[in-house]
């Protein structure tokens, strides 16, 4: 079991308010306020000392981490406010955000976010969203989930989750970790969330496409095997969007 020291930390900041911007003049704006004041005065700040007690006993790179273990470049809508260029990580075992102060600050941290507090955010070229899923009956499984196909009528999501495993101990009795992946797809659509595991699942949703998904299916099967995320968003788009324009399911 993983220890983390939790320190609070509190760092307020004075509100202020942009009006009638365009999009990247708000970007701009932001940036700039951080670059004169800093991340760890922009409200941003507002967590737990984080410590990574599996420092050096990861095998084979299995690590719990998004994509990479490094700090990667993204933003963040916390408590309403959006900030922009953060340094983080994202925790997938722990479902949880951590960030770091900026390379110019004078010392540096890492802060774990209170998941309640973050609406959404993008790290490298992905977008999460928080959201209440419902799973079985009264249980709810809350967390972040990334953002595959956003459209009117439905809304395509991926559940990124990593699990500890134990490793054998090495000839000095130090214990190794390794972190598998157990991800899920879930579709929102006609207001209910639905597991998405297999084209049964997909063809119930929309049994007015039955012929178009299976075609999809087999004409795409290496695609599915090899790059499953690209499989699923092309048959959302491609398929089940385009049709969906044209045909009352």
């Not at 599996?54 to 309403?80: C, E």
């Not at 459209?151 to 500890?164: A, S």
């Not at 496409?209 to 048959?235: H, N, S, V």
């Amino acid at each position: 079991m993983r220890v983390v020291n939790y320190t609070k930390f509190i760092i307020l900041l004075i509100p202020c308010i942009v009006l009638g911007q365009s999009k990247q003049e708000e970007v701009a704006y932001y940036n700039w306020f951080d670059t004169v004041i800093g991340h760890e005065n922009a409200g941003l700040y507002d967590g737990y000392q984080y410590v990574d007690t599996d420092v050096g006993r990861i095998k084979d790179n299995k690590h719990a981490f998004f994509t990479t273990d490094k700090v990667l470049i993204g933003s963040i809508l916390y408590n309403d406010q959006p900030y922009y260029n953060v340094s983080m990580k994202y925790n997938l075992e722990t479902d949880k955000v951590l960030v770091t102060s900026n390379e110019n600050s004078s010392w540096t941290f890492i802060l774990q976010l209170p998941s309640d507090k973050i609406k959404e955010f993008t790290i490298g070229d992905h977008r999460f969203m928080n959201r209440n899923v419902p799973i079985s009956g009264t249980t709810v499984g809350s967390g972040f989930y990334e953002v595959l196909v956003e459209n009117p009528d439905f809304l395509l999501l991926k559940k990124h989750k990593k699990f500890r495993r134990k490793n054998l101990k090495n000839t000095q009795g130090k214990l190794y970790y390794k972190f598998l992946e157990k991800n899920k797809y879930v579709l929102f659509a006609n207001e209910q969330y639905i597991d998405i595991k297999t084209k049964r699942d997909i063809i119930k949703v929309y049994p007015k496409l039955k012929k178009e998904i299976k075609q999809f299916f087999g004409d795409y099967y290496r695609l599915k095997k090899q790059q499953p995320d690209t499989f699923m968003q092309k048959l959302f788009k491609e398929v089940i969007e385009r049709l969906l324009s044209k045909t009352e399911v």
